[in-house]
T-cell receptor, first 115, second 116 residues
């Protein structure tokens, strides 16, 4: 069975400060990891994914994430947050032993960026 | 815009009724996935189709069914609706059914279903 934990329900950060959203996972087999963002009344927008290779993954809108196999983590980061980054962020995982697209999502982390 | 199109965007219906949600995948994508997002259950995988065939099932109720047509669009049928079925239903698509080349899974904007 696979699972994802996003330990923080909400992250508050001032505009211009670094933003980190935490994610840990548990899978059988090698993980494929994703970050999606959801704005109010909108769908899930793809940010980035880790499949294999370089542990530092760069994605859309200046976001990046670091895959850490020993800590089973895939934290999302942005060096300088914008007010427009305020949204709900989801980490998701699937595994090589499972069906592609059968994503297990975390509960989500609400990011609030204040001016 | 992800390229995944879902209709209707909003739907209000009564308990016991049946509804059909429609999804058009991104151009060229053969895999379609359905997800349910609710306040109590979060985002849950329901079912996957690849090129017209069912490939994987998740926590999909027996009252729910789906299919993928030759033109690759998909429909999710929800019957005998209950209040607890009120949720946001997402469709997603990807180029293939495997992780080969790490093909990205793109989501539509969802169909809001309210059962009253």
């Amino acid at each position: 069975a696979q699972s994802v934990a996003q330990p923080e329900d909400q992250v508050n950060v001032a505009e211009g400060n670094p933003l980190t959203v935490k994610c840990t996972y548990s899978v059988s087999g090698n993980p494929y990891l994703f970050w999606y963002v959801q704005y109010p009344n909108r769908g899930l927008q793809f940010l980035l994914k880790y499949i294999t290779g370089d542990n530092l993954v760069k994605g859309s809108y200046g976001f990046e994430a670091e895959f850490n196999k020993s800590q089973t983590s895939f934290h999302l980061k942005k060096p300088s947050a914008l007010v427009s980054d305020s949204a709900l962020y989801f980490c998701a995982v699937t595994a090589t032993t499972d069906s592609w697209g059968k994503l297990q999502f975390g509960a989500g982390t609400q990011v609030v960026v204040t001016p | 815009d992800s390229g995944v199109t879902q209709t209707p965007k909003h739907l209000i219906t009564a308990t016991g009724q049946r509804v059909t949600l429609r999804c058009s995948p991104r151009s060229g994508d053969l895999s379609v996935y359905w997800y349910q997002q609710s306040l109590d259950q979060g985002l849950q995988f329901l079912i996957q189709y690849y090129n017209g065939e069912e490939r994987a099932k998740g926590n999909i109720l027996e009252r729910f069914s789906a299919q993928q047509f030759p033109d690759l669009h998909s429909e999710l049928n929800l019957s005998s609706l209950e209040l607890g079925d009120s949720a946001l239903y997402f469709c997603a698509s990807s180029a293939s059914r495997t992780g080969h080349s790490g093909n990205t899974i793109y989501f539509g904007e969802g169909s809001w279903l309210t059962v009253v």
